[in-house]
Structures are given as structure tokens and as C-alpha cells.
């Protein structure tokens, strides 16, 4: 089994930042890929930025390009997202997740297994 926990979650202003990590415990050895995702009431969720274990390769969604950015420590499990220019409409609860094994688009939800309990980011106009 996986443990993810994340973190950095909270209140900002139109403008500012926050950085979201996220940490793995457990089997991580069969790590393949982490990412972010987010989910606003009543909507569905979705993807925010994912990152391939090895080879560092990373997806953005067009929403967030040029303002998010994702990034890994391999020794710590760990993966980040540096989130710049908010604005209100990134407001959600943002999840991490943990994918063992992907096929194509390996950046979507369907492929990850294990997932935190979700952190919220709170951007006020």
C-alpha cells in the first residue's frame, strides 16, 4: 500500500502563491507517476499537473500553464506544486495521487490508485 498525505493548502489573494507538497510512504518503489488534481463542488474533478517518477516528465493542463509548475524530489517521495498568479477560479480541494502503471495519457485520474485526503485552496478576488 501507498500513504499520501499533502500539504500547503490555504487562504490567498488574487495575485499571490502557494506551494502544495505531497508526500508518499510505504511501497513507493512502484511508484510510476504523481499528480495533482483538483475538484470544485458539484463539478468533477480535474487534472491540475502530473509528473512521470522517471524521466521527470511533466503535464500541465492549459488552465494552469505558465502559472503552476510541478516538481519531484525522488528521494523523498515527494512532489510539489508551486503555484503562482491565482486567481479565484483555482479554488478547490486539491488531491494528490499516486500511479503504479499507465497507458496512454497517463496524466488522467483513471490511472492513479492511491490518493490523499485533499488540501484546500482558498484564492479570494
Known amino acids: 500500500q501507498v500513504q499520501v498525505v499533502e500539504s500547503g493548502g490555504g487562504l490567498v489573494q488574487a495575485g499571490g502563491s502557494l506551494r502544495l507538497s505531497c508526500a508518499a510512504s510505504?511501497?513507493?518503489?512502484?511508484?510510476?507517476?504523481m499528480g495533482w488534481f483538483r475538484q470544485e463542488p458539484g463539478k468533477e474533478r480535474e487534472v491540475v499537473a502530473a509528473?512521470?517518477?522517471?524521466?521527470?516528465?511533466?503535464y500541465h493542463a492549459d488552465s494552469v500553464k505558465g502559472r503552476f509548475t510541478i516538481s519531484r524530489d525522488i528521494a523523498k517521495n515527494t512532489v510539489y506544486l508551486q503555484m503562482n498568479s491565482l486567481k479565484p477560479e483555482d479554488t478547490a480541494v486539491y488531491y494528490c495521487?499516486?500511479?503504479?502503471?499507465?497507458?496512454?495519457?497517463?496524466?488522467?485520474?483513471?490511472?492513479?490508485?492511491?490518493w490523499g485526503q485533499g488540501t484546500q485552496v482558498t484564492v479570494s478576488s
Open positions: 495521487a499516486v500511479s503504479r502503471g499507465y497507458g496512454s495519457a497517463w496524466y488522467e485520474g483513471r490511472w492513479y490508485e492511491y
Open positions: 510505504g511501497r513507493t518503489y512502484s511508484t510510476r507517476a
Open positions: 509528473i512521470r517518477w522517471s524521466g521527470g516528465s511533466t
